[in-house]
């Protein structure tokens, strides 16, 4: 009974290269969410998906980050063009569609040199 | 807008104290308010929430304490452990409210032996 599994825990990329970062649910949870945490902050809402649609993405920055969460497979965050503010852990929830089981990731933690 | 705010933002506790940390919000559409505790490298996990119909709940050594009239909620360590060093943070949520944890800034405890 897996929780929720972001992948990579780690992520080094150059200015100008591109981030993906993939977040599979926990089992029966179709909801998912993705926040932003800079140093020593607070979670940042960033977008609320649930399979093939996004419900709310008005934490997403609007240009450069797009996120999907097709019918089959994980959920993926997309930075393109990836510039040194970008660095941050960034946390994937899951949920039935409520605020109870709503259930965190481990993080990918994106380092942009 | 900052909906939530939460307070202090860092606390220093020998060990046996007690912790108090705070979290005031504005939203009146959130009617579910949970603590998560996070670790460093990890992702937050649910501590302990509480609904609106009820102005305290205790669990453990943690407890809740809930004024709805002031848009307050508050969590107590008792007998504060230096397994308990963590960051706290205050995440309301409410479906009307866009089904989505609004995080506070955070509150990093330590507790000294």
């Known amino acids: 009974n897996a929780g929720v599994m972001q992948n990579p825990r780690h992520l080094v990329r150059r200015r100008g290269q591109e981030a993906r970062l993939r977040c599979s649910p926990m089992?029966?949870?179709?909801?998912v969410y993705w926040y932003r945490q800079l140093p020593e902050e607070g979670l940042k809402f960033m977008v609320y998906?649930?399979?093939?649609?996004?419900?709310?993405e008005s934490g997403m920055p609007k240009e450069r980050f797009s996120a999907e969460f097709p019918k089959e497979g994980p959920s993926i965050l997309r930075i393109q063009q990836v510039v040194r503010g970008d660095s941050a852990a960034y946390f994937c929830?899951?949920?039935?569609?409520?605020?109870?089981?709503?259930?965190f990731g481990s993080g990918t933690r994106l380092t942009v040199v | 807008q900052q909906q939530v705010k939460q307070s202090p933002q860092s606390l220093i506790v020998q060990k046996g104290g007690i912790s108090i940390i705070n979290c005031a919000y504005e939203?009146?559409?959130?009617?579910?308010f949970p603590w998560y505790q996070q670790f460093p490298g990890k992702g937050p996990a649910l501590l302990i929430a509480?609904?609106?119909?009820?102005s305290e709940k205790k669990e453990g050594r943690f407890t809740i304490s809930f004024n709805k009239s002031a848009k307050q909620f508050s969590l107590h360590i008792m007998d504060s452990q230096p397994g308990d060093s963590a960051t706290y943070f205050c995440?309301?949520?409410?479906?009307?409210?866009?089904?989505?944890?609004?995080f506070g800034g955070g509150t990093r405890v330590l507790v000294k032996p």
């Open positions: 929830a899951s949920s039935r569609g409520t605020a109870y089981g709503y259930t």
């Open positions: 089992k029966g949870h179709s909801h």
């Open positions: 998906l649930q399979k093939e649609n996004i419900i709310d």
């Open positions: 939203n009146t559409a959130f009617d579910y």
């Open positions: 509480i609904r609106p119909d009820v």
């Open positions: 995440a309301p949520w409410g479906m009307a409210a866009g089904n989505k944890l609004t």
